[in-house]
């Protein structure tokens, strides 16, 4: 990767401090996939730079392309993978990149992944009601139910905002559910 920082991307949904380079964008996913040291779904690099207005999302998809026709990363099952000529790349120019650029796209990027860690060892299912919609939460561990909630919520809007807030933190729900019920 040649280091050219002129402004050559679309800068459409970048928010002020993000990247209007392709180089950068291709340097960002790269560093991503070298930081995170495992296999990551396109859409999930593509969702983290876009979480916080770092990258146009079409400057986005076409470096991942780019990248992987160049060999810098691979794919195999629907994942992206770093190859040895990517993290030998990137270790010469992360240093490219603003710090506060490295260290948001990562952890977004390690959010996401978490959320969805979060949303296929629970579950939160909405279904319609006659006046709103009933959101029940199924707290599992291995495999193995631990709680089923029900609630009500008045709008579709509320029913997702109170499955979003449990997926944030489904043990601590949990957690606090049970010590109520033991008080």
Not at 2 to 28: H, W, Y
Request: net charge negative.
């Amino acid at each position: 990767m040649s280091m050219d920082n002129e402004f050559d991307a679309f800068s459409g949904g970048v928010s002020l401090g993000g990247l209007r380079s392709k180089t950068q964008i291709k340097i960002l996913i790269t560093y991503l996939a070298n930081s995170i040291k495992e296999p990551l779904k396109s859409s999930l690099i593509i969702e983290a730079l876009q979480k916080h207005g770092l990258a146009n999302y079409f400057e986005t998809t076409q470096a991942l392309d780019d990248l992987l026709e160049s060999g810098n990363l691979s794919t195999a099952d629907g994942l992206i993978y770093i190859t040895p000529k990517g993290a030998l790349s990137v270790d010469g120019l992360e240093q490219e990149l603003p710090k506060s650029v490295k260290e948001t796209a990562l952890a977004d990027a390690l959010n996401l992944m978490l959320l969805e860690k979060r949303e296929s060892e629970n579950t939160v299912d909405i279904k319609k009601a006659e006046k709103g919609y009933y959101v029940t939460f199924k707290v599992f561990h291995k495999e193995e139910p631990l709680m089923e909630l029900t609630v009500y919520a008045a709008d579709f809007e509320q029913a997702e905002q109170l499955k979003q807030n449990f997926l944030k933190d489904p043990s601590h729900v949990y957690a606090t559910v049970a010590a109520s019920l033991f008080v």
